[in-house]
């Protein structure tokens, strides 16, 4: 495989277990020095093992991306270790805040929304002076199939990402002049250590409502998301990319 990111520097948030482990593990097998950030200190540190077992070079810095210390503390550390910050990938998020609208709690909503959105914005405010500073970078947001459309069994995780979608296309308007290109993926269902731990039936209705006939992996959102911090898609600014085996496309 191509070292396509041979001399940079990748920090993925969320990156102590599933998607994000998988991106940071791929980034460091493309070249990478890689930042693990996520509260999780001791899963951080195990995907920091697995790179450095694997020849990659990494390090982890807990954070919680909806405190602002922290995640400007994030950046701090990763220009201090590795001297820049090339790609980021801003992949942590929570689910809540389901059921009807009404019966929702105000601090579900403030959780939810803090996390996927609020979080998103805080890494994007401390990444972006980093890569004027240097000429240029690129940064993909986690968003959701649930960003595309509505959901009706969790309005509030819906909202927020929806939010990211709308947070990351303004931001691309914003810096694209500047060399930052800014780019989302919207994962639809997709197998990973908590879809792997639900019950049988509801990943029968996850396959059900999928028009692929199937959930998605891991290294299939992983690809995405190398691919959009890649060379290969410098004309890709803006886009929420779908990965949803079809749930997005219309009736199903």
């Known amino acids: 495989m191509?070292?396509?990111?041979?001399?940079?520097?990748?920090?993925?948030?969320?990156?102590?277990?599933?998607?994000?482990?998988?991106?940071?593990?791929a980034f460091a097998a493309e070249g990478a020095?890689?930042?693990?950030?996520?509260?999780?200190?001791v899963e951080s540190e195990e995907t920091v093992q697995?790179?450095?077992?694997?020849?990659?070079?990494?390090?982890?810095?807990?954070?919680?991306?909806?405190?602002?210390?922290?995640?400007?503390s994030l950046v701090d550390r990763t220009v201090e270790a590795y001297g820049r910050l090339d790609c980021a990938f801003n992949n942590a998020g929570t689910s809540g805040g389901s059921g009807p609208i009404h019966e929702v709690e105000e601090d579900s909503w403030d959780q939810v929304l803090s996390i996927n959105l609020k979080g998103v914005w805080l890494c994007m405010k401390y990444q972006i002076p980093q890569m004027l500073s240097q000429g240029g970078g690129?940064?993909?947001?986690?968003?959701?199939?649930?960003?595309?459309?509505?959901?009706?069994?969790?309005?509030?995780?819906?909202?927020?990402k929806w939010g990211v979608i709308g947070l990351t296309k303004s931001a691309a308007l914003q810096y694209i002049g500047d060399g930052i290109r800014i780019n989302a993926v919207c994962p639809g269902f997709i197998r990973t250590p908590m879809t792997d731990s639900t019950d049988p039936r509801a990943e029968e209705q996850m396959v059900a409502a999928t028009p692929a006939g199937r959930i998605g992996t891991v290294d299939e959102?992983?690809?995405?998301?190398?691919?959009?911090?890649?060379?290969?898609?410098?004309f890709v600014v803006g886009h929420p990319l779908s990965m949803d085996g079809g749930t997005t496309s219309g009736m199903w």
């Open 33 to 41: 020095r890689v930042v693990v950030a996520a509260r999780g200190e």
């Open 138 to 160: 690129t940064i993909v947001n986690t968003s959701s199939d649930a960003g595309l459309i509505g959901w009706s069994g969790s309005a509030v995780y819906t909202a927020s």
């Open 221 to 234: 959102v992983v690809g995405a998301v190398l691919w959009l911090c890649s060379d290969e898609a410098s």
């Open 50 to 72: 697995l790179i450095r077992d694997a020849g990659g070079e990494a390090i982890a810095v807990r954070t919680d991306v909806a405190v602002a210390s922290d995640v400007e």
């Open 2 to 25: 191509a070292e396509r990111f041979q001399g940079q520097v990748a920090l993925v948030t969320g990156g102590s277990s599933g998607i994000g482990r998988a991106a940071a593990v």
